[in-house]
C-alpha cells in the first residue's frame, strides 16, 4: 500500500512550458485535491474531485486543469507555466468528502 | 467561501510548557476540523480532528476544543517536547461542499 504517491518531486519549467504533474493513491478515495503551499500562505486548494470523472475549482484554479478518469489517478496540468506558479504542490486523497485527507510527499515546481 | 484564520503565525515555548492555537472560521454550516502538522520539508499530516457534534477531543498531549456558536476551535499541546516544534494548520470543511480550507499556518518552536 503505497498511500498517495506523486511525481515527479523537483521541476524547473521555463516560463511558457506546459507539462502535468502525475498524482495516484491506491486506497480506492473517491475524494482528491490538488493544493499549493507558498510561504505565508498555508495550503491553497487548486481543484477537487469528488469522483471518476467529477471535477470543481478551488480558490485558485486559473492556470491548471485537471481530469479524473479513474479513481486512483488525479493529475495536474500547467498549461502555459508562469513564474508566479514557483510553489509546492500537493496532491491529498481522502475516504470522506474532506475528512482524513492523506498527503503526497509533494513536488517542488520552480518556473525561470 | 470557508475563510479560516489562525492565531497566533509563530509560537515560542518552552520544553513542557503548553502550547495553544486557535482558529477561527466563516461558514457556519462548517462541519469538521482537523488539525496537521507538517515538518521541515515533510507532507502535512493528520494529528487530531473534530466534528461539529463534540466538543472536545483527547488524544494524549494533544487536545481540540471547538466552540461552534463563536466558530472557533483550538488546538493544545501538553508537555511540549522538542518533536512537537513543526508548522500546524487547522482546516475546516464547508458544509455545503467537500472543500478543506485551510489557515494560514502556526510555526511551533519548542526550545530544550
Known amino acids: 500500500n503505497a498511500g498517495v504517491t506523486q511525481t515527479p518531486k523537483f521541476q524547473v519549467l521555463k516560463t511558457g512550458q506546459s507539462m502535468t504533474l502525475q498524482c495516484a493513491q491506491d486506497?480506492?478515495?473517491?475524494?482528491m485535491s490538488w493544493y499549493r503551499q507558498d510561504p505565508g500562505m498555508g495550503l491553497r486548494l487548486i481543484h477537487y474531485?469528488?469522483?471518476?470523472?467529477?471535477?470543481d475549482q478551488g480558490e485558485v484554479p486559473n492556470g491548471y486543469n485537471v481530469s479524473r478518469s479513474t479513481t486512483e489517478d488525479f493529475p495536474l496540468r500547467l498549461l502555459s507555466a508562469a513564474p508566479s506558479q514557483t510553489s509546492v504542490y500537493f496532491c491529498?486523497?481522502?475516504?470522506?468528502?474532506?475528512?482524513?485527507?492523506?498527503f503526497g510527499s509533494g513536488t517542488r515546481l520552480t518556473v525561470v | 467561501g470557508e475563510n479560516v484564520e489562525q492565531h497566533p503565525s509563530t509560537l515560542s515555548v518552552q520544553e513542557g510548557d503548553s502550547a495553544v492555537i486557535k482558529c477561527t472560521y466563516s461558514?457556519?454550516?462548517?462541519?469538521?476540523f482537523p488539525w496537521y502538522k507538517q515538518e521541515l520539508g515533510k507532507r502535512p499530516q493528520l494529528i487530531i480532528d473534530i466534528r461539529s457534534n463534540v466538543g472536545e477531543k483527547k488524544d494524549q498531549r494533544i487536545a481540540v476544543t471547538l466552540n461552534k456558536t463563536a466558530k472557533h476551535f483550538s488546538l493544545h499541546i501538553t508537555e511540549t517536547q522538542p518533536e512537537d516544534s513543526a508548522v500546524y494548520f487547522c482546516a475546516a470543511v464547508g458544509g455545503s461542499n467537500y472543500k478543506l480550507t485551510f489557515g494560514k499556518g502556526t510555526l511551533l518552536t519548542v526550545n530544550p
Open positions: 474531485s469528488v469522483g471518476a470523472g467529477i471535477t
Open positions: 461558514d457556519s454550516a462548517s462541519n469538521y
Open positions: 486506497m480506492n478515495h473517491e475524494y
Open positions: 491529498a486523497s481522502s475516504r470522506e468528502a474532506g475528512r482524513g485527507y492523506t
